[in-house]
């Protein structure tokens, strides 16, 4: 928890035991506050069972602590239930010092009174990192739209850890080995952006006003109950997550190898390893891209997660291996099925016919498993040229060499383009079947016709197509994550229409991914520049932000309930820039738009 918390003209009002406390949070001048966020949490907590590698032990089932935030309502009050035991709430509102209180078993009410911020440079702390981001000056905007684009993959650009100060050659030492993690950064900026982020962060350092506070936060947030579920550590990165048919939460964490189990109605947690293959080293085929990594327990790199409506079972793309990972989540078991080519498995979906398909991001393929005979079929994408179409070829022994330690990342000349690394991503299924996948750098998609294995290419009017899903109409919705926009794309008409996150400063989020609740209308996306979700209703065309508790709130993937709960995860890497260094599984049950 930070150093700065204290609790400014406090106060707190000792009653008989109650079944509910209620928080009244003031100003200076005891006037009520409205739309404060509010999270309660234990006062202390059991220590974590480390008694595997770091990690609980697997199928041990367990319970944990939740953290519970709302906000205030019109007159500055916001209950919780009495826990039946001591508990702490720490108290937010942009423009106003944070406090923190505690709570003791039964207690019925209390009051805080907030201060304003004062301090400029302090108030610009506070704020997500969107915020800096948003007023940082990297020369022209193109260079810029590449920046978001390349070096928002894995984590926030302008949180405390990434605005701190360095010299030019700590950037260039830096941006080196973000190049050998995956970041596709081209060669001319590589050189040109130490100087720039060195000396940008510091002019916005030292000249807080410059950047920008976010709109107000929506008083209908006073309606809204986000639930956190502390899993894994500051060593853990908790990519994507799968609400399945049981109403458990299933979380991959692609640094250790461990699916998460979550129970929301219980808070029981199972931990899953998934197995490793005798002699498979750590990083399996990138093994020498987290060597600098200071611990991790995976050959496998568990990424996205699918489930299938016949029976059950969850399939599970590690990105470092040529496998797709099946999982039972009423035996617990693993089975590990060999693909025979393609590279990097990334997003997965499974269709109406249970078949499996998934983006093979580096070799420039869509696999499909067919479960009924155990088979494999690999569609090749086009490449934009001689170049990539070597490059692709060229991508075994590649691999092979960087596995070895070779930096082959960091020796070849990139473009803005990304020559030779068109990066098909997301992948989509749409009502009649047809399979639809987004290439993050080439900006288009494919269509792929299940029956005739035909492939169709769109371009698209927009610049980095990251992950996408389907409305209940067959429409498309995309991200395009260094615009801070999405788009519809209606395949019938070949329409695109944009739609800009209401986020400000404009142009300063980098949406990562969607989801369509298809029952009732509207689409939830990643803000995860902003510590926040953004709903948008279709018919209305109207949009909510509904803020996250934690500090470089980094997320990657939505689920929706039947419901309409939303599920996502904090999934930075690495994990310990997120506040707390606790990675979270959060719920979100709010109003719609």
Excluded at 40 to 59: I, K
Excluded at 358 to 380: H, I, K, P
Aim: proline residues 8%.
């Amino acid at each position: 928890m930070s150093a700065r918390l204290f609790t400014p003209l406090l106060m707190v009002l000792a009653v008989a035991p109650a079944s509910a406390a209620t928080l009244s949070v003031v100003d200076e001048s005891g006037a009520p506050l409205a739309t404060a966020m509010v999270r309660e949490m234990p006062a202390t907590r059991a220590p974590a069972d480390t008694r595997d590698g770091g990690y609980p032990l697997p199928a041990q089932p367990f319970v944990v602590e939740t953290d519970i935030t709302r906000f205030t309502d019109a007159v500055g009050r916001v209950r919780f239930d009495d826990r039946g035991r001591a508990v702490r709430l720490l108290v937010r509102k942009p423009g106003w010092r944070e406090a923190s209180i505690a709570l003791a078993p039964g207690q019925a009410e209390a009051r805080v009174a907030l201060q304003r911020e004062t301090d400029a440079l302090k108030r610009a702390e506070a704020l997500p990192a969107n915020a800096w981001l948003g007023a940082l000056d990297l020369g022209d905007g193109e260079r810029k739209r590449h920046f978001q684009l390349q070096c928002g993959f894995c984590h926030q650009q302008g949180n405390a850890q990434t605005r701190a100060e360095r010299s030019p050659d700590e950037w260039s030492t830096l941006i080196k080995r973000m190049v050998r993690y995956g970041s596709r950064l081209s060669s001319a900026d590589q050189k040109a952006l130490p100087e720039l982020l060195s000396s940008g962060w510091r002019a916005l350092r030292e000249h807080p006003e410059r950047v920008a506070g976010p709109a107000p936060w929506d008083a209908a947030l006073a309606g809204s109950t986000l639930t956190e579920w502390p899993i894994g550590d500051a060593m853990s990165q908790q990519h994507d997550q799968l609400l399945g048919r049981n109403g458990h939460v299933y979380v991959a964490d692609n640094i250790q190898d461990r699916v998460w189990e979550v129970d929301p109605a219980s808070n029981r947690v199972t931990v899953h390893k998934i197995p490793h293959r005798e002699g498979e080293p750590p990083g399996g085929l990138l093994a020498a891209r987290l060597k600098e990594f200071p611990r991790h327990d995976s050959t496998s790199n568990a990424h996205s997660l699918a489930q299938s409506e016949r029976d059950g079972h969850i399939f599970i793309t590690p990105s470092a291996q040529q496998r797709l990972v099946e999982f039972d989540p009423a035996s617990g078991a693993f089975t590990l099925h060999d693909i025979g080519g393609g590279f990097y498995p990334h997003t997965i979906r499974v269709d109406a016919q249970d078949r499996v398909w998934f983006t093979l991001a580096l070799s420039n393929q869509v696999a499909m498993f067919e479960r009924s005979t155990g088979r494999f079929t690999l569609y090749d994408l086009p490449a934009r040229g001689l170049r990539e179409r070597l490059t692709v070829a060229l991508i075994k022994p590649i691999f092979k060499l960087m596995s070895w330690g070779v930096p082959l990342s960091n020796w070849l000349p990139v473009d803005r383009l990304s020559t030779g690394v068109p990066l098909p991503y997301g992948i989509a299924v749409t009502p009649d079947g047809s399979v639809w996948v987004s290439r993050l750098h080439a900006d288009d998609l494919a269509r792929i016709d299940p029956r005739s294995g035909a492939v169709t290419m769109v371009p698209v009017p927009f610049a980095g197509p990251r992950r996408l899903r389907s409305d209940a109409d067959g429409n498309l919705w995309i991200t395009a994550f260094p615009e801070s926009a999405i788009y519809r794309y209606e395949p019938a008409t070949q329409r695109f229409t944009r739609f800009e996150l209401p986020v400000l400063p404009k142009g300063s989020e980098t949406p990562y991914a969607l989801n369509v609740d298809k029952r009732r209308g509207i689409v939830w996306v990643n803000g995860n520049q902003s510590d926040s979700l953004y709903a948008l209703d279709i018919a209305s065309g109207n949009w909510r932000r509904v803020p996250l508790p934690r500090r470089v709130a980094f997320t990657r993937d939505i689920e929706i309930a039947a419901d309409g709960t939303v599920y996502t995860s904090t999934s930075s890497f690495p994990s310990w820039h997120v506040e707390d260094g606790q990675p979270t599984l959060i719920r979100v049950q709010t109003k719609a738009p």
